[in-house]
């Protein structure tokens, strides 16, 4: 499982930070779960990142695109690599299912307004906060 630091100091006196966990470890992701959690990961920005977020819209890199069809292969378990044309293919499937729609750019998609929603409702982020005398404070958005 891989877990995400982001720091953030709201309390002066505290040493506070985000986690963020995977949305979904069970067997079965699916492919746009596993997108919007590495568009919400600033390490994953070379690879594929927001046009505009607000709007659900995304594009992969064109230098990049293969390590995001690699990690998606690793994440979904296959032992032969998955490659951008067949990640592809996933992502035309979604488009008849309206939950990804392709945008009249190269390597640009769209999450539809209702998947949007529930990627972000269902954002798994856990906030941590260390106050002075070595109590830690968990708190969750779940």
């Not at 966990?21 to 779960?33: C, S, W």
């Not at 995001?68 to 488009?95: C, D, E, F, I």
Request: glycine share 4%; proline share 6%.
């Amino acid at each position: 499982m891989v877990w995400h630091h982001s720091p953030i100091n709201p309390l002066p006196h505290c040493i506070c930070s985000i986690i963020t966990k995977p949305l979904f470890t069970g067997k079965r992701v699916r492919l746009f779960h596993f997108l919007f959690e590495l568009l919400e990961d600033p390490t994953m920005a070379h690879c594929v990142s927001w046009v505009p977020s607000c709007i659900g819209v995304f594009r992969f890199s064109s230098t990049n695109k293969d390590q995001v069809a690699a990690l998606w292969g690793q994440r979904k378990g296959n032992k032969r690599p998955m490659t951008y044309q067949k990640m592809s293919r996933a992502l035309r499937n979604y488009a008849r299912s309206g939950e990804i729609l392709k945008v009249k750019k190269k390597l640009t998609y769209r999450f539809s307004q209702d998947t949007l929603l529930l990627l972000q409702k269902t954002e798994n982020v856990i906030f941590v906060i260390i106050m002075p005398a070595n109590v830690t404070y968990v708190f969750c958005n779940t």
